[in-house]
């Protein structure tokens, strides 16, 4: 038996699965209460704050990593429903697609393409598994699309996940002097920047720099996921 | 609560209708994204009468998408040792490689987009 209904099979599983999820939810509870005191910091990601007493926790009472997916079933459950719902931004951002259709359409294009092939060509000289360059690909696509890429693709979905969330923190990190260095200033290049290459992390950065930018980078991060998703299955079929 | 219920549902049929549609083409397409694929469709026909029932839903979702990542996470930091060898090439595609990425972009963003003429109403 797998899936959610192993959560139910036994009752030391069904009550390790109960006790999981109220980890999950207390940690992430507290985690966002600290990131929004931190003023959304990117180091202060609840994903960074939370995981390291849960890991502390864990490691102390021994729990192996198979026992704690088996306990969060469930949240991996709700992760489809959650893709299906990113439609809803989409379409509410539906006029600053079309207003600004050329710097959305080349930022999402570009940065699709640039953002994993830069990470690639950077792990050439370290003779990378096959493994490694796979969960690589999916480098700026939005967590809740990376996953089921990353199965699409055959690679290992945990460590794409684990590649996006640091990608998203050291983008919402070296923002301010990137768009120094580039001599950025236009709401609108700030905010693909951040949503195409750091996805969500990258867009709660933009949001608390304006609504234009949140909402362009809301724009970048849900675009560059659909293209990833319907690109990267036929790249990698040919690799 | 029962725009809550329903937007639900129809989230979740949708994510099954995604995966019915990938299975029978096989193709290797999540089918939570062909899911998401058809609610741009059916958001395109319905409209804001369809936003309106759904959106509680979907911004509950979409919300707390975090709690969603505490799973694989955990799983993965638990799982470290297994990864210990790709530590550099790790590091080096995502600390250099990310703000290299974001430059790059930002610069061919500067050269191909024209300063937007501003608009009243704009915020500075």
Known sequence: MSGVLAMFSSVPAFLVAVACLAACVLAYLLGQRLWRRLHHHPLAHPLVTATIPLVAVLFAIDVPAEQWRAGTQLLYWLLGPTIVAIAVPVYRQRRTVLHAARPVLIAVVVGAILSPLIAILLVLPFAPAHELLLALAPKSVTSAIAFPVAQAIGANPELAVGIVIVTGIVGGIVAPWVFRAARVQDARIVGLVLGVVAHAVGTARAIEMGHKPGAFAGVGLALTGLLTALLLPLVAALL | ?124
């Open chain 2, 1 to 124: 609560m029962r725009d809550l219920l329903f937007g639900f549902a129809l989230l979740v049929g949708l994510q099954l209708a995604g995966e019915a549609l990938v299975r029978a083409l096989a193709i290797p397409f999540p089918g939570a994204v062909a899911g998401m694929l058809m609610l741009l469709v059916l958001l395109a026909i319905f409209g804001e009468r369809l936003l309106a029932r759904i959106a509680r839903a979907a911004d509950l979702l979409l919300r707390n998408l975090t709690l969603l990542f505490f799973g694989p996470v955990v799983a993965l930091v638990l799982d470290y040792a297994g990864f210990m060898p790709w530590a550099a090439p790790l590091a080096v595609a995502i600390g250099i490689g990310t703000p290299l990425a974001m430059l790059a972009l930002a610069l061919v963003l500067r050269w191909s987009v024209p300063p937007e003429s501003p608009r009243a109403g704009d915020e500075p």
